[in-house]
């Protein structure tokens, strides 16, 4: 007998004894006391009559008994579908988080491209469903696309295709899926908490409360507030209920609501705010009412370049750590892949927010703000 053949009797004996995973191939050397060679030529032969399957890095098992994982890895396209639906700066980091990630893990990024609206997007998922592993979708503002529609598409693609999908920095509504988002409320707290540290209490909230970001970023403001036994003032609070009108409206919202709540708090000089809008357009009343802005503290989520450098020195930002959104995502879908749990298993983690300068934040994108003119309101 050769002997590679009698390697394969030998491990038709294992098979027979119910072994599920092979010993290496230097242990069976050892065990048979030769070398190495016929070894492999035996489990070589062994696997193209498929008594035995083979995973790079992982072993040899009986085909049918390996453990989920790994059989799911044999499976992989080593591929992840990303769609974005709008190229945001903000967007940017955590896409380039994503990729970080997905390369480290050995896994590429296929269809990486931005969706005009849903109803393309939807299309366009649908057609991933044969060439990936999995989905991460980074969804736009709730004031730019309809979310029952998103959902339905996500719903609709996890139920034909089995895999996994997690969304990026937003909570859907109705969506049930893993997701990674980010908690809102802790940020607005955030920012209530460095004000109290000054041993300043009277703290003004410009937000929304129409749809489920600003109704956090209000909640974390009405919760630093209690938990510092504090009474949340009503006359300090500037709500704004226009929708998708927001922008176009904020002008009026500020000049109606603003004068008010100066005159019944002159000495208010800190204004937590839903966004660096709205932070900016009341920098910019109170400027031109001719207060002492060198007084005024302003904190808000997000910044942008092209505004005056003596609004980002007195501009906080409630900044979202999106690189690290885009990485905790790419790493939770990474894991529910290999461990081969069934896409009705579901993952949520929440990342929270920091406070940095917006002068810092633009330095470090290569901003220059020195120059930029004051914009008038």
Known sequence: M????????????????GIKKLPAESELAAELNISRCPVRQALDQLEKDGRIITYPGVGRFVPGLEPVGVRRQKQLHRLI??????????????????????????????NLFDLPNYSTGGNTIAHLEDA???????PPSELQISHPTLVDNLNAFRAKTGLHVVVLGRQLANYNGSRVVIDNASGSALAVEEILADGTTEIAYLGKNDYRVGIDRYAGYRRALNENNLEVDPSLV???????????????????ELPPLLNRHPSCRNFVTFSYLMAHAAYCYCRKLGMPMEEFRFFGYDVEPGLSNDFYNRYTV??????????????????????????????????????????LILKKLGIDTETKPVNQY
Do not use: C
Request: charged share 20%.
């Open 132 to 138: 990936v592993d999995g989905m991460l979708i980074a």
């Open 2 to 17: 050769k002997k590679y053949e009698t390697v394969m009797a030998y491990v038709d004996q294992l098979l027979a004894g």
């Open 81 to 110: 579908g990303v769609a974005t639906y709008e190229m945001l700066s903000s967007t940017t980091p955590m896409l380039m988080g994503v990729q970080q990630k997905l390369l480290d893990a050995g896994f590429l990024i296929s």
């Open 238 to 256: 500037i709500l704004d209920h226009s929708g998708v009108q927001f922008q176009q409206q904020l002008d009026a919202l500020i000049a109606a």
């Open 318 to 359: 409630i900044e979202r750590p999106m690189e690290e959104i885009g990485r905790s995502g790419a790493a939770m879908l990474l894991e529910l892949i290999e461990s081969g749990r069934p896409n009705t298993d579901f993952l949520v983690r929440r990342v929270q927010p920091e406070l940095r300068s917006a002068g």
